[in-house]
């Protein structure tokens, strides 16, 4: 007979992410953010690959980002508004932590597979985060996948790229529910 983790179910059912620009001091301490992390890592990888790695942005950093996605914007001829908005995801942010796809060689597990391990970590640690009583939100933005932003502003190598910025801080209020799917229009029973 199963043994339902009721709590873990009931959180699973009813976890909702906190929208990063309303997430403020405090964030966490390095101290609180290990477990977060640890419970991160401990994410469905085929072939014990790792190919994912966290950097965690805060302090100055946000501010040194904030300028750089300025510039990105600029040199790429973004729309003032596109601008903005990348600038805003650090200049409003406190801590966040890029989750890094480090793409392994491997004659066995296909890239896909390490992908799709890198986009599992970083819902591992934003449901963590959310569990232990923090505001998250999984954000990317254009920034996330220029290059250049990438190398200048994380000093990513080659193999690696950004799979998410995941923000973590203390949450304002409770955002109201997203419509979700329905889950008969998604779902086929096979069964012959
Ligand atoms: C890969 C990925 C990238 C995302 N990037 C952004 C983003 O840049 N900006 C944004 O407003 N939302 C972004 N979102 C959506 C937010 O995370 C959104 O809050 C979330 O989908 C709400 O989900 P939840 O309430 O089920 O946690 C992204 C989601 C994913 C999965």
């Known amino acids: 007979m199963p043994d339902p983790n009721s709590a873990a179910l009931e959180f699973m059912l009813s976890r909702r992410s906190r929208p990063a620009k309303t997430l403020m001091p405090p964030v966490p301490t390095h101290e609180e953010l290990r477990p977060i992390l640890t419970a991160a890592a401990r994410t469905p990888d085929h072939g014990k690959l790792e190919p994912w790695r966290f950097i965690v942005i805060e302090g100055a950093a946000m501010a040194r980002l904030a300028d750089l996605a300025e510039a990105r ?35 066995k597990i296909p ?3 390490q992908t799709y391990s890198a986009g599992a970590v970083c819902l591992a640690l934003l449901n963590t985060a959310l569990a232990s009583g923090w505001g998250a939100n999984w954000l990317s933005g254009w920034v996330s996948h220029d290059r250049r932003f990438c190398e200048d502003g994380l000093h990513l190598a080659a193999n690696e790229s950004i799979a998410g910025l995941i923000h973590i801080g203390t949450e ?12 008969d229009s998604i779902t086929e029973w096979c069964d012959a």
């Open 172 to 183: 304002r209020s409770a955002p109201p529910e997203r419509p979700r799917p329905d889950l």
């Open 111 to 113: 890239p896909v597979e």
């Open 73 to 107: 914007g600029a040199a790429l001829g973004k729309s003032s508004e596109d601008i903005a908005k990348a600038r805003n995801q650090f200049d409003q942010g406190h801590l966040a932590v890029a989750v890094i796809e480090v793409q392994k060689p491997s004659e």
